[in-house]
C-alpha cells in the first residue's frame, strides 16, 4: 500500500506542474511583445484620399509662384526657363500630420543644352516657401545625388544621401513620400530609396513642386491620411 500511495502522491505533484505552467502559459500572463519600429514598407498603401489631381483642368489648385509653370499636354511642366526655387505649391488641403504623398515626374532634356535630371518635390513647411520643410531631390547637382534635405539642401541640411540611382531621361517615375511620426520616407517605383528619422519632424501642411532650372513634367497627384 504505501508503494501506491508514494504513486498516487507523485501523480498529483506533476498534475500541479502542468496545471500551473498552462496557467503561466495563459493570453493574460504572456509577457507584452516590445514595440517594434516602423515596417519597412510602412505607409506605402492604405489611408483615406484627401485630394487627387490629374491637371486635366488646368493648374486652378496650385499656387504657380513663377510664370514658367503651366499645364502642358495634361501635366504641369515647369517651363523651359529656370525657375530658382519659385515653386507650385497645393493650395488645399493642408497635408495630415501622417500622410502618403503620391505623384509622377518625368524629366527632359528640353531646352536645355544637357540633360539635367534634378526632380524636386517639397513638404513639411508653413509658408509655401523653398526650403521651409523637407526638400526631396532626385537626381540632384547635374543628376549625381539625391536627398532628403531639410534646410541647406547644399550641406549640413540632408538628412540622408544616395548617390547610386540616377534620373533616366524620359522615363517617368512613381513617387511616393510619407510622414509617420519622426519617420519620413522616400519611396520610388514601389521601392524604398531613403528614409530618416527626425526627432523634432517638420509637420507642416505644405506640399509643392520645385526646381532650378530642369526640365520636368508632373502629373497624378495624390495625398492620403494615414
Avoid at 501523480?11 to 505552467?21: D, E, S, T
Avoid at 522616400?186 to 530642369?214: C, M, R
Amino acid at each position: 500500500m504505501a508503494g501506491r500511495t508514494c504513486g498516487v502522491s507523485a501523480l498529483r505533484v506533476v498534475a500541479w506542474v502542468v496545471l500551473l505552467l498552462l496557467v503561466a502559459a495563459a493570453p493574460g500572463c504572456k509577457k507584452r511583445p516590445r514595440p517594434k519600429g516602423l515596417p519597412a514598407q510602412a505607409g506605402l498603401t492604405g489611408g483615406k484620399i484627401l485630394f487627387e489631381d490629374d491637371f486635366s483642368k488646368g493648374a486652378g489648385n496650385w499656387e504657380l509662384t513663377s510664370s514658367n509653370w503651366k499645364v502642358v499636354d495634361g501635366r504641369l511642366y515647369t517651363g523651359d526657363k529656370p525657375n530658382d526655387n519659385k515653386g507650385a505649391w497645393l493650395k488645399e488641403p493642408a497635408l495630415p500630420a501622417d500622410v502618403r504623398i503620391e505623384f509622377t515626374a518625368t524629366s527632359v532634356k528640353g531646352n536645355n543644352p544637357a540633360f539635367e535630371g534634378d526632380i524636386k518635390s517639397e513638404f513639411g513647411g508653413t509658408n509655401r516657401a523653398h526650403a521651409s520643410g523637407y526638400i526631396v531631390i532626385f537626381g540632384g547637382w547635374k543628376n549625381t545625388l539625391n536627398t532628403i534635405a531639410r534646410g541647406d539642401e547644399h550641406g549640413e541640411g540632408r538628412l540622408a544621401v544616395d548617390a547610386a540611382r540616377r534620373v533616366e531621361e524620359g522615363r517617368t517615375y512613381r513617387f511616393a513620400l510619407v510622414r509617420i511620426g519622426r519617420e519620413i520616407k522616400w519611396y520610388l517605383d514601389g521601392e524604398l530609396l531613403l528614409s530618416v528619422k527626425d526627432e523634432a519632424p517638420a509637420t507642416g501642411g505644405d506640399f509643392g513642386f520645385n526646381n532650378w532650372n530642369s526640365r520636368v513634367y508632373f502629373d497624378n497627384v495624390k495625398v492620403y491620411s494615414l
